[in-house]
Structures are given as C-alpha cells and as structure tokens.
C-alpha cells in the first residue's frame, strides 16, 4: 500500500514538474511558434504558385516560339498571341508581387528569428537562474535539517532538565518532610532535656540543703584526681584530652594496602543528612551536611572527636576539600556560593558568581592558590583564592555534577546531567574532548597515578577509564547495587587497586578494580550510602549516609 501510494506521489510530481516545465519553455514562445509555422506555410503555398506559373510561362514561351517558327498561321494565332501575351504580362506582375511578398516574409523570418534567439538567451539566464535558485533550495534544505538536529538535541537537553527538575522536586519533598520531623523531634527532645535540667536541678538543690544540714563538704574530689595517673599502659597509646577527664586510646592503622573488614566506629556527625566528606592529613577527617556546617574531625581507632566547626553556609554543604597541609579548607553548598576557610576556621572568601547549587568544589592539583567549582547552572568556574576573583568561567551543555583535576595531563575532567564527561583545558572556554555514557554521571575520581578515571552512573554502572586511550576497560556491577543520589561518590583506593561505593540499602561495596569482582560487601548503615572517602594510606574508610551516620571502617 505504502509502495502504491509513493509511486502516486511520484507520477504527480513528474507531471507538476512537466507542466512547470512548459509555462516557462512552451508558452512564452507559443505565439512565435505559430506565426513562423504560418509564414512557412504561405512560403510554400506561394513557392507552388511559383512553380505552376513557372510551367505556364514555359508552355507559353514553347507556343510563343513555335509561332514565331510559322508566321503563316491565320489570324487565328494572333489573336492567341496577344491573349497569351496579356496572360504573360499579368503572371509577370503576379511573379513580382509574389517576389515582394515573399522578402516581406523574409523580413519577416529574419526578425522572428532574431526575437527567437533572444529568447533562447532569456531561456538560458533563467536556466542559469533555476539551477542557482535548486543550489539555494539545496543548501536551505540541509540548513534546515541541521536545524532539525539542533531542535532534537535541545528537546534531548529540556528533557534531562524536566527530569532533574522532577527528581530534585521529589527531594525536596522529602527534605521537607525529614525536616518538619527532625524539627518536631528537636522541640519534642529540647523541652524534655529542659524538664530533664529542672529536675536536675531541683535535685541537686534538694542535695545540697540536707548535706548543708547534716556536716560541711570534703574535699573528696580533689583527693581522688590527685591519685589518677596519666602514665601510658605502653608505648602504643596516645593521650587523649577532651571535654570529659583525659583517657589513653591505640591510635587507627593508616597505611595498608589491602580492603576493610570491619566497621570500627559510628557517630551522628550532623543533625541531617551528610552529603561530603574528606580526609586531610594525618587523622583529619572533614564532613558536611544538610546542617549548613562543615565539621572537622580527629579520627581514632575506637573514637572520633570533633576539633571544629566551620559555619557561614546558608543552605546543605555539598562537597568539601582542603589542600594538601589542610591550611585552607573550600566548601560548596546549595545556596550558589563557595566559601574557603583557613586553619584556624576563620571565613577567608565567600565565593559568588553561580546562579545553582555548587555541586563540585575542589583545589586544583598542586596549586593551593587556585579552586575550581562545578554547579547546577551549567557553569565552572575558577578562582583565586587570595583575592576570591573569578579568573575563568567555562560554559556548559548540563549542569555539573562532580569535577576532578590533577594526574598526568593537568587538566580539568567534569561530570555532567547528560551523561557526558568533559575534558577542559583552562586556556580554553570549550571542552577539548568529551565522552559519552548511557546514564547521567554521579561522580569522578581519579587514581594516584593520574592512569586511570573512576566513572559513577546514576545506572548503577561504575566504569574504569585508561586515561592513555580514554577507553573503558573495566566495567564495575553488582545485583544489589544502587546509586542513591545525583551526588553520590565512589572512590578509588589510595593504590588503585580497589574501588568503594555506598548503595540505596546502606551497604558499602568495595570492588577489584582489575577483575571488576566484588571483594566484600560492609554493612553498618541503616539507610542509603552516600558519600565514601579513603585515607591518603588507605588505612582507613569513612562512609555518610542520609540519617546524619558517619562510620569509619578499618582492617582488624
């Protein structure tokens, strides 16, 4: 039917094309045709009028001479004779009005066909014309399809973004939701540690009037701290001093090459959600969450205390860094801004210029002095951070959601909505090379040795790039494996070798990175796994989650 139908089309078309063909071939010279046509007619009528006179003129002359031959005739003959004459005399005259009109239709012919060979010039310029105006057509038709594509991937683009937009909707619902709960747990927990500090207090008011009664206070106190020795059981320990009495603690095993095994110790870091964190130097660790703080820590074997809190965000931290002395700490957060602390939490810089959350911000490789951001507006930028100015923004399709920089090529590689992943130059506001992934990119990291990139997809595939070749070589899965958030981070091992990531089950998953096997499955958590960071000696992993958990996980 269909085949039908085409051929229809296509004998209507031939026909249209034909008639278009003969309104400006046929007709324009329709008239002229049919004049010449007419003088060609009358040319031979009057050719053949010729010929027949022609052969009278002969008859007479052949009588004319046979008369002439024989005078002896009767007069008979010369009657004939002036008759013939007479008849000689008008067939000249008709000979020569015929010649005169045959050069008028000379004329004729030599002036239409003059006017002929103009219009055959005016047929070629519009033939020369037509074929112009077929290029034009030609080359708006593949304007127009390129067009085309461009709407496509546009549409492609609104898309991704209706959907970012959906999915970032349904979080924000279910933030609200945790939030009106946490808040009315929080007044439901602050009036009973009130009721509970009244009673305390009435109590120990109660307390003292009787002892006050009965005989005066001992220094019992005084005598029993003066007995307390602060001499390590051995040489392992570490003194510890917090806001309780002073204790001695086995400080954690940093440096190893191998995977966790066990979880060694958990802790409510932030009062929500912990969307970043970041291990520094020696047992620093940094977190930050939807509590508007970044928290730092000092990370034990069996403890974790709090040795800061760096406050100024007005909305959720959603990444952290610091440089390699951790002088100068930099933070991004859902309120469009970046912030850089120094050592001793003071706010150095508020950095402002993107229009979205700041989903990605990081010091670049070996430069404390430069920090790059990656935010939701489809921008990254760069700044300086002795001045907080932005030296450079680079523009892009989608919105960013993770960046990394450093290894062996010194550039810039950013993680993108649209499944993409971009290699930057800064010398320039164009991505010098991109790859293409099935999924949107959650998170980027690269290894120590700047050879391989770690690519984490919201399609719950992790896959390994040889930066050599930017191939694939090894593709990371499980059953069980779920990418939570549009954040989340996998991690490589500080060797390479091994591959962490938190799933929507709270398990944390760590992978061999050149068998693309799972090694072991930790389970801790009670809900989804978002961020993992390793210790720069691989001793030690600390994992968040979405219940305001840390964990830190160590090898026995």
Excluded at 106 to 117: C, M, Y
Excluded at 446 to 458: F, H, I, P, W
Excluded at 535 to 542: I, T, V
């Amino acid at each position: 039917m269909e085949t039908h139908k085409q051929d229809k089309n296509f004998e209507r078309e031939i026909l249209q094309r034909i008639r278009k063909r003969n309104q400006y071939e046929v007709e324009p010279w329709e008239g002229i045709i049919r004049s010449h046509q007419r003088l060609l007619e009358a040319s031979d009528n009057l050719k053949a009028g010729n010929i027949q006179l022609t052969v009278e003129i002969e008859k007479l002359r052949v009588a004319n001479q046979e008369f002439t031959a024989n005078p002896s005739s009767n007069s008979s003959n010369a009657e004939k004779l002036s008759v013939l004459e007479q008849k000689i005399f008008k067939l000249q005259e008709e000979i020569t009005e015929i010649h005169r009109r045959k050069g008028e239709h000379a004329d004729s012919v030599i002036q239409l066909s003059a006017s002929l060979k103009a219009k055959e010039v005016e047929l070629d310029v519009a033939k020369t014309r037509l074929s112009e105006l077929e290029t034009a057509r030609d080359s708006l038709h593949c304007e127009r399809s390129q067009l085309e594509q461009k709407i496509c991937q546009k549409d492609e683009e609104l898309r991704l973004i209706r959907e970012e937009h959906s999915e970032l909707l349904k979080d924000h619902h279910v933030r609200e939701e945790e939030h009106k709960h946490m808040k009315s747990e929080c007044d439901d927990l602050i009036n009973r540690w009130v009721q509970i500090k009244q009673d305390e207090v009435d109590a120990l008011n109660q307390t003292n009037e009787c002892d006050i009664r009965v005989r005066p206070p001992t220094p019992v106190n005084a005598r029993r701290e003066s007995n307390i020795s602060l001499s390590p059981p051995d040489d392992s320990f570490e003194l510890v001093e917090e806001d309780g009495p002073k204790r001695w603690t086995i400080p954690p095993p940093l440096f190893s090459e191998g995977f966790p095994t066990k979880a060694l110790f958990s802790w409510e870091a932030h009062q929500g959600e912990i969307s970043a964190a970041k291990f520094g130097t020696g047992n620093l660790l940094a977190t930050g969450g939807s509590d508007c703080t970044v928290k730092l820590w000092n990370v034990y074997y069996n403890s974790c205390t709090q040795i800061g809190t760096l406050e100024g965000s007005n909305k959720a931290v959603m990444s952290i860094d610091m440089d390699y002395a951790a002088k100068f700490f930099v933070s991004g957060s859902n309120d469009c801004a970046c912030r850089i602390w120094t050592s001793d939490r003071r706010l150095k810089h508020v950095l402002t210029g993107h229009t979205d959350s700041v989903f990605a911000a990081r010091f670049l490789s070996g430069d404390s002095g430069r920090i790059v951001t990656g935010s939701r507006d489809r921008t990254i930028k760069v700044w300086d951070t002795n001045n907080g100015a932005c030296m450079r923004t680079m523009k892009s399709p989608s919105s960013c959601s993770d960046l990394i920089s450093g290894g062996l090529f010194q550039r810039i590689v950013s993680a993108h909505a649209d499944g993409k992943l971009r290699f930057w130059d800064m010398r320039s506001d164009k991505p010098i090379h991109e790859i293409t992934f099935e999924a949107k990119i959650t998170s980027v990291d690269l290894s120590q040795d700047g050879q391989l990139l770690l690519v984490c997809q919201k399609d719950n595939v992790i896959n390994v790039i040889d930066t050599n070749n930017n191939k694939v070589i090894t593709e990371l899965r499980a059953e069980d494996f779920r990418v939570a958030a549009l954040y989340s981070r996998a991690v490589f091992h500080p060797n390479g070798r091994y591959v962490a990531a938190g799933s929507q089950d709270g398990s944390v998953l760590i992978w061999n990175t050149a068998k693309g096997t799972v090694e072991t499955v930790l389970k801790e958590h009670k809900h989804a796994v978002i961020v993992c960071t390793w210790h720069s000696q691989g001793g030690l992993l600390a994992t968040t989650d979405r219940s305001k958990r840390a964990v830190l996980w160590g090898e026995l």
